[in-house]
């Protein structure tokens, strides 16, 4: 064999290795790959493109692109250690499993079955944290909500807005809305605008050109910005040019364009004044130019927007308004039921939302740990406002962030204390809103939940103490 730079590879048959990953996935309490992930990495193999693979396996190159593929590399870079992408996929992974020692047996039916989607046994349930994976038992489907989105983007030129704070479920309902219109046959992009850098999304131009960058790259298009940008014209007009003549007449079928976290727009008022506008343009658009019917948009974000616009330019006042509220009785009840609880009584719902109001990410998380049997109900709800509590790493995040802005601790102070809604600054009202650590009652502010309202008061209390300290003049 010669040795150097020009050292063959010796490549894996591809059913070993995915023999060994499917074995340390299951070792690391992961469920193993679903056919979808498979079809993927045997493409891998064959150099397809997504494109192709979809092509021959009956499926819509977008579901494979946005959906299938981001969780498999996700999963598997877990299991390497290393991040995995398509380009390094298949050198990461036959280096791996070379280094892994060859499975002792096949894994058995029995071993495959406690962790496959849709077995009878109750599949294990994960520590909840971020967006619920679309194969999930415990995804609480909104039965008429999601009927009613599902059928508005197969309206053409439809624009629908999804609204709430944070760890409400929005990306985990994105998800399966791009999933839905990835069945539908149509083109699907989903950004998240947390992912810029904020120096792009202090330019509108830069910004406009990210995002045209980005749609074409998910849509396997060659950017081609150069050709479209004109400064002449201004990067508006360009950046619309560019989805018309470009983007859009090189589909045969919808493009759904999903854009979560949008309030990150809100931080930028420049850039909003110009880019929210500019969606409204496209919108109405559709209205005289059949082209952009083919343009299906979402946009989703965590408060009410506080950058001032003209009533015709805001795209916040058309389409579909969605509003996610927090769980009712019934879905908690109906979520703690997929947990293996039956709580038929009503007696530990009522219990638990007195405490956290039905707020998504803390009903989640309270069942994960009370189906683990790592501690009772009363247990439960005697410490959760306490640093030794659940929600301790839930409740510090938040501290922290207020510590850091005393504008924004004293804002909530003065909204924990009230006796009833107490009108804010609009700019604290979005940041506390978008936290989801105040609810608002019309324009007026109220504490979210019994949670929030002993933490932080208890906090507030210990932090004016430690400051009027005399061993702690020099706190500030």
């Not at 609880?341 to 009903?363: K, S, Y």
């Amino acid at each position: 064999m010669v040795k150097g730079k020009n050292k063959p590879v010796i490549s894996m048959n591809l059913d070993s290795l995915l023999e060994i990953v499917d074995n340390q996935l299951i070792k690391s309490k992961n469920r193993p790959l679903i056919s979808s992930e498979i079809l993927i990495l045997r493409g891998i193999w064959h150099y397809r493109t997504y494109n192709q693979i979809a092509l021959e396996a009956g499926y819509s190159p977008g579901y494979f692109s946005n959906v299938v593929a981001p969780e498999l590399y996700h999963r598997l870079s877990l299991v390497i250690g290393q991040r995995v992408t398509k380009k390094n996929c298949r050198v990461l992974l036959e280096s791996y499993a070379t280094a892994q020692t060859a499975p002792e047996r096949k894994l058995s039916q029995q071993d495959l079955a406690e962790f496959l989607p849709n077995h009878n046994q109750e599949a294990l349930p994960c520590y909840p944290s971020g967006s619920i994976p679309l194969n999930s038992p415990f995804y609480l489907k909104r039965y008429s909500l999601e009927e009613q989105v599902y059928q508005e983007i197969k309206k053409p030129g439809a624009l629908i807005r999804i609204k709430a704070p944070r760890e409400m479920g929005k990306t985990s309902l994105l998800l399966r809305i791009v999933e839905h219109g990835n069945r539908l046959g149509y083109h699907t992009v989903s950004l998240n605008l947390e992912q810029v850098e904020q120096a792009i999304l202090n330019n509108l131009n830069q910004f406009l050109r990210w995002l045209c960058a980005n749609i074409a790259h998910q849509l396997q298009r060659k950017p081609m910005l150069d050709e479209y940008w004109d400064d002449d014209l201004g990067s508006k007009i360009s950046c619309t040019l560019y989805f018309q003549d470009y983007l859009l007449e090189l589909i045969n079928t919808p493009l759904l364009l999903a854009l979560d976290e949008v309030n990150q727009i809100f931080e930028h008022p420049q850039v909003a004044k110009d880019f929210l506008p500019l969606l409204r343009s496209w919108y109405e658009e559709t209205k005289r130019l059949a082209i952009w019917q083919k343009l299906r948009l979402i946009v989703v974000h965590s408060t009410e927007i506080y950058v001032p616009l003209e009533l015709n330019q805001s795209p916040f006042n058309v389409g579909l308004p969605i509003q996610l509220e927090s769980f009712s009785q019934e879905e908690v009840q109906q979520l703690a039921q997929s947990y293996g609880f039956d709580w038929t009584d009503g007696e530990e719902v009522r219990q638990l939302m007195a405490m956290v109001g039905g707020h998504p990410a803390l009903v989640h998380l309270a069942l994960y740990h009370l189906s683990r049997g790592e501690i009772t109900m009363s247990q439960l709800l005697a410490t959760a406002p306490s640093a030794t509590g659940i929600y301790a790493h839930h409740l510090q995040r938040h501290w922290a962030t207020l510590e850091k802005q005393p504008e924004l601790a004293q804002a909530l102070d003065t909204v924990l204390h009230a006796t009833e809604p107490v009108p804010l600054d609009p700019t604290l009202t979005h940041k506390l809103s978008s936290m989801g650590l105040i609810k608002l009652s019309g324009s007026q502010a109220i504490a979210s939940c019994e949670l929030y309202r002993q933490y932080f008061t208890k906090k507030g209390k210990q932090h004016f103490i430690y400051t009027l300290s005399p061993l702690s003049l020099n706190y500030y």
